[in-house]
């Protein structure tokens, strides 16, 4: 995900090299003057675009924010031709995202780690991009005529929540497989057409 600084505008690579930072290291790990160096602007110029750390984490939020969303849902999009099968892609595409040598976690998770005050800003990021993922997710169980669109979701989303930080934490290469197993349990308890079709939809 990471771009090529060639072409860019100063703010855009100050984005870019604020993500990558805060992604490996944690934010409060990481100083304007570092972020400032790497980026190669100067301190007046990163001001110049963001008045305060803060100011520029949450831009990096909602820059990483559009740039994840729809790098999954591509991704789900083109592994699976049904919804059903779009179900059990969400984790064949965690699977891809975990095996990445800068995977590093979540960053909206490791974030609101970071920020233990409720209902900031940030926090408030935080919160928005997992609701829009779970909303993604409820769509697809929708369409795939789950019983229970919201319960499938929420189980779901849950079940990718646990594997992402079991990923980062473990670093078990069989986690997203294990994952995809528990996922496709409750899938074809919810949406009974699946019983009949369950290996197609299993590729």
């Known amino acids: 995900m990471k771009r090529k600084s060639k072409g860019l505008s100063k703010r855009e690579q100050l ?3 604020a993500l990558e930072l805060f992604a490996r290291q944690g934010i409060h790990a990481t100083g304007i003057d570092t972020i400032a160096e790497q980026s190669r602007v ?3 110029t990163l001001y110049a675009h963001f008045h305060s750390k803060d100011e520029l984490v949450l831009a990096v939020l909602r ?12 991704h789900v ?8 099968a779009r179900l059990l892609a969400i984790f064949d595409v965690a699977q891809r995202w975990f095996q990445q040598n800068n995977f590093y976690g979540c960053l909206f998770i490791n974030t609101i780690g970071e920020y233990s005050d409720a209902d900031t800003p940030i926090r408030q990021i935080c919160k928005e991009y997992k609701k829009l993922v779970k909303g993604y997710i409820r769509e697809l169980c929708e ?8 319960e499938l979701a929420e189980e779901l989303a849950l079940i990718l929540e646990g594997a992402t930080v079991t990923a980062q934490v473990s670093q078990n290469p069989k986690t997203a497989h294990i994952a995809k197993r528990a996922a496709k349990a409750l899938i074809d ?6 019983r009949s079709t369950r290996s197609a939809h299993s590729q």
């Open 15 to 17: 984005l870019n090299t």
């Open 42 to 44: 100067t301190k007046k």
């Open 63 to 74: 820059h990483y924010d559009g740039l994840a969303r729809n790098e999954f849902m591509r």
């Open 77 to 84: 999009e083109r592994r699976g031709k049904t919804p059903q």
């Open 143 to 150: 369409q795939a005529g789950a019983l229970d669109p919201n």
């Open 189 to 194: 308890k919810a949406i009974p057409q699946t």
